[in-house]
């Protein structure tokens, strides 16, 4: 009886490369796929040719540098996808321009249907510097319940969809929330927080299958810029449905780790029992979808952040806070008894310090847990006492430098410039030995390394440079957007790195990176993503049979 020689290592693809940065120290110049996963390495550019078969794909990439492809640590695709099936004032450079698209989608639709807006707006954006009124989106729409919301927390609705909501004119603002009134008492249209869902929730929802698609083709968008994984940080019990139906169909360009919302409209025994309810835990899924853990939200954001002292432009106001710290450690504590992962949305210093509370509180309950069970999401506000204490609780930090770049001249407005310099000390989390994972937050996509330029010169879209002693070098600020993220995710072991074993999730650039000009940073695109072994962008055929 002869014996089979084993079956010898046969590569899908082998790529060689001018530099490939392992963000472990270590470099290469080749680099072999198999399946899904990372096979081999070589310093040699031709060190892994006895492993190339008829089959293999040969891609020399030439000049280019490989880096592992970017995880996003808190970024919202679902909402970014919903925001490709609404009408797109996004793109509005005025007040007029906003109204006009509101009108030509009203006239299109039948009547009395909802016109529901693109999320990832902003009135910096438009030539006047204010919201639309809700009296200007009547007259845009007479006919039709119109719901512009803005982010996460604030919106402007009409008239009809006020009353199809139920919002008079004496209803008591919901917890959280604030109905807006104009000075002679009417509705202005204006909502935030809590009242935006109270207002949402009679919006019909687009159906799974539009989602599911949607979150295909937007997610091809996030590929095209280099990111191979999105921690989503906001869905529903029906936008994970969609994230199914989405991985179903293969549809998935980008690997996601959703976190599901417990609002804080809830009771606490409603919350309880949503969780009890949920019937699964934190890590179930595969390595394309898989859940990441629960969501809460402890206050606003640059507008209705909690506070120590007060907003710079309203004296009488410090912000409020979404849960009873008691009731959110109850919850939380029999979450993580349950298997549960929590991140919790704290913009503001006295958001920060309070969650510090419920977080050391479930501690105290639970005993000692593994790193990046109970998660900060953002504390752009904190002083070095609570970075002290989050590093000694073992609580890690999710940052986003996308939110100063972005809202950096609103910070300015409302928290003032020494508050706005302040903003996620990355540098200073750092030196205390904190656990970081790089974001965006920002419900589009937005390119990586706009996001590594800024945390490396702490530069904005149009606030300049703020708080330039803050900044981080390149390598660091890539570390915390590759293995920072798989740490948060769980997955150090499977990604964030290039090594024998890993994915196969990378992304090819025309620049260096870590030699580059910072400024050349700025809109550096990638010419190549790959994300399990396959290619998700590749507009020049290199990975092409
Ligand atoms: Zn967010």
Redesign the pocket.
């Known amino acids: 009886m002869t014996r089979e020689p084993a079956e010898p290592l046969r590569l899908d693809y082998l790529i060689k490369a001018g530099a490939i940065h392992a963000m472990t120290g270590a470099s290469y110049r080749s680099v072999g796929l198999r399946g899904a996963e990372i096979a081999a390495v070589s310093p040699e550019p031709d060190g892994l040719d006895d492993l190339a078969g008829p089959d293999t794909v040969r891609a020399d990439l030439g000049d280019l540098t490989v880096l592992p492809a970017f995880s996003d640590s808190?970024?919202?695709l679902m909402e970014a996808s919903r925001n490709t099936l609404l009408v797109p004032v996004d793109k509005a450079r005025s007040v007029a321009e906003f109204t006009s698209m509101v009108s030509q989608a009203a006239r299109m639709a039948p009547p009395g249907k909802w016109i529901l807006t693109s999320m990832g707006w902003h009135e910096s954006n438009l030539a006047e510097n204010r919201l639309p009124t809700g009296a200007e989106l009547d007259a845009a729409a007479p006919g039709h319940p119109v719901l512009a919301r803005r982010g996460?927390h604030l919106a402007v609705a009409n008239t009809l969809a006020l009353q199809a909501a139920g919002v008079g004119t004496d209803q008591p603002d919901p917890p959280g929330g604030k109905i807006g009134h104009l000075p002679d008492g009417r509705l202005s249209g204006v909502l935030e927080s809590g009242a935006v869902y109270q207002v949402a929730a009679f919006a019909p929802a687009p159906s799974a299958e539009e989602l599911a698609g949607a979150l295909g083709t937007r997610s091809a968008e996030y590929a095209a810029l280099g990111v191979g994984t999105i921690r989503e940080?906001?869905v529903t019990l029906d936008d994970l449905q969609a994230y199914q139906r989405a991985w179903r169909g293969g549809l998935l360009n980008v690997r996601v780790r959703p976190l599901i919302r417990i609002g804080n409209e809830l009771s606490t025994a409603d919350a309880l029992a949503l969780i009890r309810g949920l019937g699964t835990w934190s890590g179930f899924g595969d390595d394309w979808l898989r859940i990441w853990g629960l969501k809460f939200v402890m206050d606003g954001g640059v507008e209705g952040g909690a506070l120590e002292q007060p907003y710079a432009n309203d004296p009488a106001n410090s912000g409020h806070l979404n849960w009873d710290p008691a009731a959110m450690t109850e919850v939380c504590t029999e979450a993580v008894r349950r298997g549960w992962r929590i991140g919790t949305?704290a913009a503001g210093d006295r958001a920060v310090r309070t969650l510090l509370d419920v977080y050391e509180g479930v501690v105290a309950q639970t005993g000692s847990l593994p790193p990046w069970t109970l998660v900060i999401?953002?504390a752009l506000l904190s002083d070095r006492a609570q970075r002290e204490r989050a590093v000694r609780g073992g609580f890690g930090v999710t940052v986003q430098h996308p939110l100063l770049w972005n809202m950096g001249s609103e910070m300015l407005v409302t928290w003032g410039p020494e508050r706005t310099r302040q903003v996620n000390p990355l540098d200073d989390w750092l030196a205390l030995g904190a656990s970081l994972a790089a974001g965006t937050?920002i419900?589009r996509p937005f390119n990586p390394m706009t996001n590594v330029w800024g945390m490396a010169t702490r530069g904005t879209k149009s606030a300049g440079i703020q708080g330039t002693e803050h900044a981080i070098d390149v390598p660091t600020a890539l570390r915390l957007y590759t293995l920072g993220s798989a740490a948060l995710n769980g997955e150090a072991d499977r990604l964030g790195s290039i090594a024998p074993g890993k994915l196969a999730d990378l992304v090819a650039y025309p620049l260096n990176p870590l030699t580059a000009d910072l400024d050349d940073l700025a809109e550096l695109t990638p010419a190549l993503t790959i994300v399990g072994g396959r290619a998700t962008h590749d507009p020049d055929k290199r990975l092409a049979r």
């Open positions: 808190h970024e919202h996460g940080a906001m949305h999401e953002h937050d419900a």
